[in-house]
């Protein structure tokens, strides 16, 4: 039975993968952070908490990797531990940094020092489309991976540091290291602080009484959004390729955030700009206007290509919101807090 080590599996991909990789016969070990308060409700939703080894580690301290790596002696590595969020990496950029860019230093510099590139360990970093920021598009109009990085913020500088650390890895000391250069992957899974599930559950909200306006910040942003349990396997994939490499995976269709809001609203037969106020405190210092990727690469050389469609999408995401609220109104127990643990508007 293979290994796979999951820094990040109790965020949203991270718990995508282990399902995956449980069901295609995976060991699966997966590295958490102590907190005050477990935060496990994603494994929980999965089914999959008993099938998992979990280990407590800390992504910046080589002492702490170095022991995981030791303990579990892993085949393949899936670095997604992140500071993940584009809008708070202006407010703590430092750690952005740090737990962004600095950790992948930390996560490869282990596998080195545990002999894990003679050893054939594999590496994946997750890299982002907002590497590439506002860059020059490609012939088609769309982002590829010749695209210049042009990163727009701390979390896209830092995600860039990673994106070189592991091609160093790989040319130096010839790890099987690669880079997922994904763009937007959203699900029912997706944190309460990212636009997507942010609509989907005040749209929930709205419609069953519970709330009556959505404060939101740019609606003109374009973003390429896919479906997150689709873009794992994009990661195991690359994992699985002879020749270690960087592939972008995307929809290849862009929609902007206003598009997003009024389609979660049509779905339960209400009209958006009834509800949604714009509210200039969302805005970002500086914000990407529009990320569209071309993913012919992954296509042509993965056989990956994506499924599942927007407004498919924008329905899976509202339908399980409403799920989950209709059964919190009935009193039932449902297996998620993240809907009682929305993000408080703290004064900056
Ligand atoms: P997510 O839901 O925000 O999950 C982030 C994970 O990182 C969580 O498990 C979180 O742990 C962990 N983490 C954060 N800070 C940490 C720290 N200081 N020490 C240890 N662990 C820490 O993000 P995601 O959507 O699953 O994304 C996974 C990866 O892909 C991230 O690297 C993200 O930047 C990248 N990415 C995501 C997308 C996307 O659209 N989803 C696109 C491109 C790239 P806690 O649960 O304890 O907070
Ligand atoms: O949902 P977002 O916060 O995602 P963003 O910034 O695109 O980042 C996500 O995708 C990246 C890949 O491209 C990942 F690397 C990253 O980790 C993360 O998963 O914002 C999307 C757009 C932005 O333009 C933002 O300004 O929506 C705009 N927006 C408008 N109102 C808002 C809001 N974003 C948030 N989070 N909250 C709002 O109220």
Redesign the pocket.
């Given at each position: 039975m293979p290994k796979a080590l999951i820094?990040?599996?109790?965020?949203?991909?991270?718990?995508?993968l282990a399902k995956f990789l449980l069901d295609k016969g995976y060991e699966v070990y997966g590295?958490?952070?102590r907190?005050s308060t477990p935060?496990f409700w994603?494994l929980q939703a999965l089914g999959i908490m008993d099938k998992l080894t979990l280990i407590q580690?800390?992504?910046?301290d080589l002492s702490s990797m170095l022991r995981v790596i030791q303990q579990v002696e892993p085949d393949e590595v899936y670095?997604?531990?992140?500071?993940?969020?584009v809008g708070w990496s202006f407010d703590t950029p430092i750690?952005t940094i740090?737990?962004?860019g600095l950790?992948t230093a930390i996560i490869l510099e282990a596998l080195r020092l545990t002999k894990g590139h003679e050893k054939g360990v594999k590496f994946y970093f997750?890299?982002?489309?907002?590497m590439f920021g506002n860059t020059i598009l490609n012939h088609k109009g769309k982002i590829d991976e010749s695209c210049p990085f042009m990163p727009a913020s701390p979390?896209a500088a830092s995600?860039v540091l990673g994106y070189h650390l592991t091609r160093i890895y790989r040319e130096a000391y010839g790890m099987h290291a690669v880079v997922?250069?994904?763009?937007?992957?959203?699900s029912e899974?997706?944190?309460l602080e990212?636009v997507t599930r942010k609509i989907t559950n005040a749209v929930a909200k709205i419609k069953l009484g519970l709330q009556d306006k959505l404060h939101l910040g740019n609606l003109d942003a374009k973003r390429d959004w896919g479906y997150?349990p689709e873009?794992v396997e994009a990661m195991w994939l690359m994992l699985q390729s002879e020749k270690p490499d960087n592939y972008v995976i995307a929809t290849g269709e862009a929609h902007t955030v206003r598009e997003f809001a009024q389609l979660a609203f049509d779905e339960v037969g209400l009209n958006w700009e009834d509800h949604v106020v714009v509210d200039k405190s969302y805005y970002r210092p500086r914000d990407v206007a529009n990320l569209i990727g071309d993913y012919s690469k992954a296509e042509r050389e993965l056989g990956w290509r994506p499924r599942t469609t927007f407004k498919e999408l924008v329905r899976i995401m509202v339908r399980a919101d409403l799920e989950r609220w209709q059964k919190w109104l009935r009193g039932e127990p449902i297996p998620f807090d993240a809907p009682y643990a929305e993000p408080l508007k703290v004064k900056k």
């Open positions: 820094t990040g599996i109790t965020g949203q991909d991270g718990a995508w590295v958490y952070r907190l935060n994603r580690g800390d992504i910046t670095h997604l531990a992140a500071q993940s969020h750690d740090e737990t962004t950790s997750a890299g982002s489309s907002e979390y995600k997922g250069m994904l763009f937007n992957h959203e899974l997706r944190g990212f997150a873009y």
